[in-house]
């Protein structure tokens, strides 16, 4: 069975706080991509990385930042430095090559909220 | 130029009606889903359509019908809508069922309120 687990369903930083969200996936292909979506209050999906399972290395892009572990199959996403407009919901998703149809399996999301 | 885009974005209408959300993609884009986001934010995917051809349907009721004229759009009619069906319903679209390293270009969604 393929499944994405974010375990925090909410967490509450104030500005300036670093803030680590977990996602941990199941799969037994060994192909496959994970994804991180931020949905902001506005409500639309905005795609904010990709990272596929031959790639391991971490990912830095500003105050975002990905850790990607095959060992404990675990792709955590860290911000740093949070701002108000941090607050949305994120979440993780898998994605593989014998999914069908291509469908995207998303974790539950965690709702972060940043207070200034 | 926006590359998914649904209409409406609000619908609110009484139990028991018809009602359609429509969607197009100017991506190239050969798949395309109809997501549903209950009231817990949780996201679960509904239909996927690769080149007009129906690949996914994920228990969906028989209320609910995509239709596909082409591959560049993806249509939901809800028939006989009831309460629960109240959610955001997301369109999207990827190149490719077997590419899974694409990731999808979401539309804003379709905020459905059933009274």
């Known amino acids: 069975a393929q499944k994405v687990t974010q375990a925090q369903t909410e967490i509450s930083v104030v500005e300036k706080e670093d803030v680590t969200l977990d996602c941990v996936y199941e799969?037994?292909?060994?192909?496959?991509?994970l994804f991180w979506y931020k949905q902001p209050p506005s409500g639309e999906l905005v795609f904010l990385i990709r990272r596929n399972s031959f790639d391991e290395q971490n990912e830095i892009s500003g105050r975002y930042s990905w850790n990607f572990q095959k060992s404990t199959s675990s792709f955590n996403f860290t911000i740093t430095a949070s701002q108000v407009v941090d607050s949305a919901v994120y979440f993780c998703a898998l994605r593989t090559l014998k999914n069908q149809g291509g469908k995207l399996i998303f974790g539950q999301g965690t709702e972060l909220s940043v207070k200034p | 130029d926006t590359a998914v885009s649904q209409t409406p974005k609000y619908l609110v209408t009484q139990m028991g009606n018809d009602k359609s959300i429509k969607c197009e993609q100017n991506l190239g884009h050969d798949t395309m889903y109809w997501y549903k986001q209950d009231s817990k934010k949780f996201l679960k995917i509904m239909f996927s359509?690769?080149?007009?051809?129906?690949?996914i349907n994920e228990t969906v009721p028989n209320r609910f019908s995509p239709k596909s004229p082409d591959k560049a759009h993806l249509n939901l009619h809800i028939n006989s809508l009831e309460l629960g069906d109240s959610a955001v319903y997301f369109c999207?679209?990827?190149?490719?069922?077997?590419?899974?390293?694409?990731?999808?270009?979401f539309g804003s969604g379709t905020r459905l309120t059933v009274v």
């Open positions: 359509y690769n080149n007009k051809e129906l690949i």
């Open positions: 799969t037994r292909d060994t192909t496959y991509y």
């Open positions: 999207a679209s990827s190149l490719g069922q077997g590419i899974a390293n694409y990731g999808y270009t």
